[in-house]
């Protein structure tokens, strides 16, 4: 299945996250997965969130490719520990 919105193309393998360049589209990174499945991906993704919080801040444009990537890797994230970390709830 191929799923397109408005700044992201997700496709079997991946999901490529683009922004508009004049009249073309310019790719501005390539993940291929849409999930996070193991440890070590979660790991890898975890210390790229934090390079990229090095980089990014308040100020920084929503279309900036550090910030997409930042908001696109966050959601995975959040995610994979809602489902094997979760948050009990308050007795």
Do not use: W
Not at 3 to 19: D, H, K, Q, R, T
Not at 62 to 69: L, V
């Amino acid at each position: 299945m191929i799923m397109f919105s408005e700044n992201c193309l997700v496709i079997p393998n991946g999901i490529i996250i683009f922004a508009p360049n004049n009249r073309n589209m310019r790719v501005i990174f390539f993940y291929d997965m849409v999930q996070i499945k193991t440890e070590k991906q979660y790991k890898a993704a975890c210390d790229r969130i934090n390079e990229l919080l090095k980089i990014v801040s308040n100020d920084t444009p929503a279309d900036d490719k550090n910030m997409q990537e930042l908001d696109f890797i966050s959601n995975l994230v959040a995610d994979y520990e809602e489902e094997h970390y979760p948050i009990a709830a308050p007795i």
